[in-house]
């Protein structure tokens, strides 16, 4: 099994900076990928951003050039920096780790709040 425990998440004016973290434990593999999404009130869950083993990512549009996506394989970590942040990003933000190895499990954090006030 894996756990995926989140922090970071909090209360910040427009135009600030958080930092999320996200701490994998259990049974992990050199090639899972990670991952955040979100999910705004009454919204879907949404990529945010992506990592895969090797380091390559990938963003959504809405948030490129704000945040970016790193992890620490040493640590089983992944964490998403967020510049400039917008009201429209409030949201719970979760954890992803998606095991390719296998045939494609998902796993999920809890989540970790993010508000932006205007």
């Known amino acids: 099994q894996v756990q995926l425990v989140e922090s970071g998440g909090g209360l910040v004016q427009a135009g600030g900076s958080l930092r999320l973290s996200c701490k994998a434990s259990?049974?992990?593999?050199?090639?899972?990928?990670k991952g955040w999404y979100r999910q705004a009130p009454g919204k879907q869950r949404e990529l945010v951003a992506s990592?895969?083993?090797?380091?390559?990512?990938n963003y959504a549009d809405s948030v490129k050039g704000r945040f970016t996506i790193s992890r620490d394989n040493a640590k089983n970590m992944v964490f998403l920096q967020m510049n400039s942040l917008k009201p429209e990003d409030t949201a719970v933000y979760y954890c992803?780790?998606?095991?390719?190895?296998?045939?494609?499990?998902?796993?999920w954090g809890k989540g970790t709040l993010v508000t932006v006030s205007s």
């Open positions: 259990g049974l992990l593999f050199s090639t899972d990928a």
């Open positions: 990592i895969s083993s090797v380091g390559s990512t």
């Open positions: 992803n780790l998606h095991r390719i190895r296998g045939g494609g499990l998902d796993y």
